[in-house]
Structure formats: C-alpha cells, structure tokens
Nanobody, 115 residues
Framework: QVQLVESGGGLVQPGGSLRLSCAAS????????MGWYRQAPGKQRELVAT???????NYEDSVKGRFTISRDNSKNTVDLQMNSLKPEGTAVYYC?????????WGQGTQVTVSS
C-alpha cells in the first residue's frame, strides 16, 4: 500500500507561482512513475505532468515552459513548481503513483488562481 500526501496548494493571483509537494510512503518509490493531475469543477481529471523513475518528464501542452516536475528519491517526494499561473489552472491537483499494476492517488490539494 502506498499513501500520498499533497501540500502547497492555495490562492494565488494570475501570473503568480506555487509549489506543490507530494510525500509518498511505502516501498519502491524510486521505480515508480510519479505524476500530477488536476480536476477542475465540472471537468474530467487530466494529466499535468509525469516523471519516470529514471527522471524522464512529460508535460501537458498548456503547461510546458511554465511548470516543472521534479523528484527526490532519497526523500520519497515529488514536487510541481508552477509559474505564470492562469485562472484556468484553478483545480484540485492530485499526486499519482504508478508502478506495474499499482496505481495510487493522493487526496488532492486545491489551487485557486484568481485576482
């Protein structure tokens, strides 16, 4: 069993920055593909960014150049640095752990981009 705890959400003005962090418990973190997803009100959950165990990253097109995903395998954490935030970035952001058939989600953290 893997437990994921997100932190760092909040209210930010358009153009501002936030850093989300996800702490994972359990084993084999360094082998897992970790990801950040988001779900806006009335919309489906969508991929934001992923990072493989080897450090390869993948980003949704709308966040490329503004968001950066990173991981620290010594601390079992994965972060999402979000810059130049836009109002359409308002959503609940979820941390995800994938390893073979294992697929775990955190409880989510709210990000609100508004003036």
């Amino acid at each position: 069993q893997v437990q994921l705890v997100e932190s760092g959400g909040g209210l930010v003005q358009p153009g501002g920055s936030l850093r989300l962090s996800c702490a994972a418990s359990g084993s084999h973190f360094s082998f897992a593909t970790m990801g950040w997803y988001r779900q806006a009100p009335g919309k489906q959950r969508e991929l934001v960014a992923t990072i493989s165990g080897g450090g390869s990253t993948n980003y949704e097109d709308s966040v490329k150049g503004r968001f950066t995903i990173s991981r620290d395998n010594s601390k079992n954490t994965v972060d999402l640095q979000m810059n130049s935030l836009k109002p359409e970035g308002t959503a609940v952001y979820y941390c995800n752990f994938k390893l073979f058939a294992q697929n775990f989600w955190g409880q989510g953290t709210q990000v609100t981009v508004s003036s």
